[in-house]
């Protein structure tokens, strides 16, 4: 997999012939605006219905192993 | 007219049963599914059940809407509340989102009866559905050969009868170039037009959903159906989207068609042939066609192979075994990562995290990511020019027609290159589709790709109308 990054790296240099002096960085298709909705409570997900979907639920929470390692 | 716009009129008016056509797709899902694999999921029992209750609100005076009866096929990557949703992917195998799309919603709300969900390249990385983790779907035209990707598995539902109509989502050209591979219409709408809303996230600031039809009136109905704004998608444009209706019988008379005299080249010769045609057929039918110079599109695919990969790299990091999906559990928590993104992601989504934060990392950003967000305004710069001399451009869908298998998996590359004509649309945000023009090498389909500026799809649809009427 490493050499094919390292082909793919090389093709991308393509774009190094470009003189991209003073060229806008284009991140969005439109221009992004803060897009805000009314400050009203509105139905979110059922808890128990997205509990349900992850590896190990307990109770109202994720439990995950130790966060620092079991010799940390 | 197409037949989804017919089977419709025939499920409102009450001379159709609903369940009548519902059962004669799920027969041709029986007859031919093995062979293909274009779904993930068949969901017969819920299709039979839903058309029964479109034909009861029809039986009491009601109107079920647009799209009454029409079979139609889902992507698997797009949210469908209790029901599996796998991108297919090791990492969401056995998910089931709490959640529909907003597509999904408003097909329901239009009347449509979705048959089953369907295959693709793992998260939509890919252009042959070779990526999926539950194997590949063939083309039901010819079963030694690829559908195209990402969206494979909608383009063959479509093309082999399991549903008039399905939606796929468009990244890089994962709708056009499987819908050209399969002989069928695939339209990638305006960003913005269509809800994101519960469709899984690739690439966010390039993904977006849109149809596959067999007719253009049916990708034109499927469209109407969909678009519009939706508040669940801060993307989304609020403007009304455009009616489609008039456009279809519009004709072409002077219509300014571009020709881009600098496009990369890299198509083959039965696929150049059948775009020359496809000009003359519609210079034939009173447009003009204009050159015009599209300089910055040679470099889409570096632009996008590096922006793409970025914006994945981020979305899939939700991808950690905590709160949904795969968990491979190990002593601790970055292991626990580890070990869950190596057992459930694939290769070639692999290959792209690392690319994208490889091109994100401190030392490199300028020189890729950077770079890339530059090439990609020089793209739509360069877009706007042309379109001040044309209305439409056209633009081979894919370089060749459907290819074997295997005959792309060695070169990650050689796969990246299936999408130079479709790219620089996703990266500029505007609609194109691919509209069947005649048969090239071995008697397979070849896709003529209809470009048009943001929110052009009337002129885009006006003009794929014609090629469809000029093509048969």
């Known amino acids: ?72 | 007219m197409g037949r989804a716009v017919e089977l419709a009129a025939g499920v409102r008016s009450g001379e159709v049963r609903a369940a009548d056509v519902v059962e004669g797709y799920l027969s041709a899902i029986d007859a031919r599914e093995a062979e293909v694999h274009a779904f993930n999921l068949v969901l017969a029992d819920a299709a039979r059940e839903r058309a029964a209750a479109i034909d009861a609100v029809v039986a009491s005076g009601g109107d079920p809407g647009p799209l009454a009866g029409v079979p139609v096929a889902l992507k698997d990557n797009l949210c469908t509340r209790g029901v599996p949703t796998t991108c297919s992917s090791k990492i969401l195998d056995g998910w089931r989102p709490p959640y529909d799309a907003t597509v999904v919603e408003r097909l329901a709300a239009a009347g449509a009866v979705v048959v089953g969900k369907t295959n693709l390249d793992e998260f939509a990385m890919g252009s042959s559905t070779e990526n999926s983790a539950f194997g590949p779907t063939r083309n039901p035209l010819d079963v030694s050969r690829v559908p195209g990707g990402s969206s494979g598995g909608s383009a063959a539902a479509v093309a082999a009868g399991f549903a008039e109509v399905s939606l796929g989502s468009d990244t890089g050209g994962s709708i056009r170039q499987p819908a050209a591979l399969c002989g069928v219409i695939g339209v990638k709408p305006t960003y913005g037009a269509v809800s994101r809303h519960g469709l899984v996230a690739f690439a966010s600031s390039l993904d977006q959903i849109g149809p596959f039809a067999n007719d253009v009136a049916d990708a034109a109905l499927l469209l109407e159906s969909i678009a519009g704004h939706d508040p669940g998608d801060s993307t989304s444009i609020p403007e009304v989207f455009p009616s489609l209706g008039a456009s279809l019988r519009a004709g072409v008379e002077g219509v300014r068609i571009g020709r881009i005299s600098d496009l990369p080249a890299g198509a083959d010769a039965d696929v150049e042939a059948r775009l020359e045609a496809a000009f003359e057929a519609l210079a034939a039918a009173g447009a003009e066609i204009v050159d015009v110079e599209v300089p910055a599109f040679t470099y889409g695919l570096t632009a996008y192979y590096l922006i793409a990969p970025a914006e994945a790299s981020s979305n899939l990091a939700r991808y950690d075994g905590v709160r949904f999906g795969l968990r491979v559990d190990a002593a601790d928590t970055n292991a626990m990562y580890t070990a869950t993104r190596s057992a459930g992601f694939g290769d070639e989504v692999q290959r792209r995290i690392m690319l994208g934060t490889y091109a994100l990392s401190a030392g490199y950003y300028d020189a890729y990511y950077g770079k890339a967000l530059k090439v990609r305004r020089l793209i739509a710069d360069d877009f706007a020019r042309a379109y001040e001399r044309c209305d439409v451009m056209l633009t081979p869908a894919s370089p060749s027609v459907a290819f074997p298998f295997g005959s792309k998996t060695a070169d990650p590359f050689a796969m990246y290159l299936c999408d130079t004509y479709t790219i620089p649309s996703n990266l500029a945000g505007h609609p194109a589709m691919s509209v069947p023009f005649g048969s090239g090498a071995d008697d397979l389909p070849v896709g003529v790709q209809v470009l048009a500026p943001a929110l052009g799809e009337p002129v885009m649809f006006q003009v794929a109308a014609e090629l469809e009427r000029r093509a048969s």
Do not use: C, K, W
């Open chain 1, 1 to 72: 997999m490493t050499s094919q990054l390292d082909d793919m790296l090389g093709h991308f240099a393509d774009i190094d012939a470009l003189d991209l002096d003073g060229v806008e960085p284009m991140t969005q298709p439109y221009p992004l605006v803060n897009v805000l909705r009314d400050d009203t409570v509105a139905p979110g997900l059922d808890r128990d219905e997205v509990l349900a979907a992850a590896p190990d639920p307990d109770s109202d929470r994720f439990r995950v192993p130790p966060i620092l390692g079991l010799d940390g």
